[in-house]
């Protein structure tokens, strides 16, 4: 049964840093693209950053040159580090494969206070 469990959340001021972690079982991540999404409250979960099978990576404008995406094939694990955090980024983070992906995890909750 494949199971995505997100970490590395919390509590941060505006301007901090945050890496965020995915691990995976029953699934190989690095034979799949993977994305970390975002999901501010009251609202829909939107695709943030996305690494492919071929490293290469995508980001969406609002976290360009701030989040970075990346994948320890070794540790099965895919990180997002997020810098220059601002308000506007909290919320709760998820992992999952853009198309077709599997279950949801739980998610891990970012807040960054002004």
């Known amino acids: 049964q494949v199971q995505l469990v997100e970490s590395g959340g919390g509590l941060v001021q505006a301007g901090g840093s945050l890496r965020l972690s995915c691990t995976a079982s029953g699934r190989i991540l690095s034979i799949d693209d993977m994305g970390w999404f975002h999901q501010a409250p009251g609202k829909q979960r939107d695709l943030v950053a996305q690494?492919?099978?071929?490293?290469?990576?995508w980001y969406t404008d609002s976290v360009k040159g701030r989040f970075t995406i990346s994948r320890d094939n070794a540790k099965n694990t895919v990180y997002l580090q997020m810098n220059s955090l601002k308000p506007e980024d909290t919320g709760i983070y998820y992992c999952?494969?853009?198309?077709?992906?599997?279950?949801w995890g739980q998610g891990t909750q970012v807040t960054v206070s002004s």
């Open positions: 999952n494969a853009p198309v077709g992906g599997g279950p």
């Open positions: 690494i492919n099978r071929d490293g290469s990576t």
